[in-house]
């Protein structure tokens, strides 16, 4: 079985500080997947400094020296992957970034070739700004070939395109849901891997704010049941002495397991 990490909104206004603060002791055991900016436009959230939320410039990540440094260094340990988390991460009136933004396409070509340039990586998988991709969102990440890393699984046909692989994908789905008894309604993560013609899509479970280690023990052990895998995605800028503590005895318990192997988010999709 394999357990991978993901951290979402590293950024111009990250810290190295910050990262090294929830991760030191994690990412020699588990390398965590660090969603990243490459150009940040302020919104509404707590790791933003507030006069950046409303004021629309765009921060290019090479203007944190020190964070570009840090990062070229963990991705050389080995401790981080880089994937691609937006362009900007911009909230627009009508929607979030994949949802609403009039060029989602340009918008990855830019962002991906940018961090890639920047920190000497290879990028493959896409991570949604809020979780939130509209069908035209969805098409540009699958045409650049990316693997989606969600923390849902929205099936709604209306929400995307149809391929080769998307009536059996369904099925698995639904089938996935009547074996475990849920309704429509009921929270759902399912544990595998669903291949599209160009590309793969698969969902997180979430460490946030009232996450307990038992709602992620539960979560594990039924992905375990159905020979699937595990990945915890997370926000270092949310991460307070509770949720690392949820952390920490989460991945002891994980460690733990017969068979576990911790990987990249990337080797989810390998
Ligand atoms: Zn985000």
Same mark, same amino acid.
């Given at each position: 079985m394999k357990v991978a990490l993901r951290d979402d909104d590293t950024s111009y206004f990250t810290s190295p500080d910050e990262l090294e603060r929830v991760y030191a002791g994690i990412w020699d055991r588990v390398p965590v997947c660090l969603a990243v900016v490459p150009f940040a436009i302020g919104y509404?959230?707590? +790791?933003?400094p507030r006069q950046h939320w409303h004021s629309g410039e765009s921060f290019p990540l090479e203007c944190n020296a020190a964070l570009v440094g840090f990062l070229r260094k963990l991705i050389a340990a080995r401790r981080v992957t880089i994937a691609l988390h +937006?362009?900007?991460h911009e909230d627009f009136v009508d929607g979030y970034e994949f949802q609403a933004a009039p060029d989602p396409d340009d918008r990855i070509r830019r962002g991906r070739a940018y961090l890639e340039s920047l920190l000497g990586c290879r990028i493959t998988v896409f991570v949604p700004p809020h979780n939130a991709l509209s069908k035209r969102g969805l098409d540009a990440v699958a045409a650049a070939g990316l693997n989606v890393l969600g923390s849902f699984l929205s099936f709604r046909p209306s929400l995307r395109s149809w391929d080769g692989r998307t009536a059996a994908n369904w099925l698995a789905i639904r089938r996935y849901r009547k074996t475990t008894r849920r309704s429509r309604q009921d929270h759902m993560v399912f544990p595998h891997v669903l291949r599209y013609d160009r590309h793969a899509e698969f969902g997180c479970h979430s460490l946030v704010p009232g996450t307990t280690l038992d709602s992620l023990t539960r979560g594990f052990v039924e992905a375990q049941g159905a020979g699937g895998d595990f990945c915890l995605a997370t926000h270092y800028w949310e991460i307070d002495s509770t949720l690392a503590s949820v952390l920490h005895a989460f991945l002891d318990f994980a460690a733990r397991q017969p068979d576990v192997r911790f990987v990249s988010a990337e080797q989810l999709f390998a």
């Open positions: 509404e959230q707590r +790791g933003i +937006g362009c900007t």
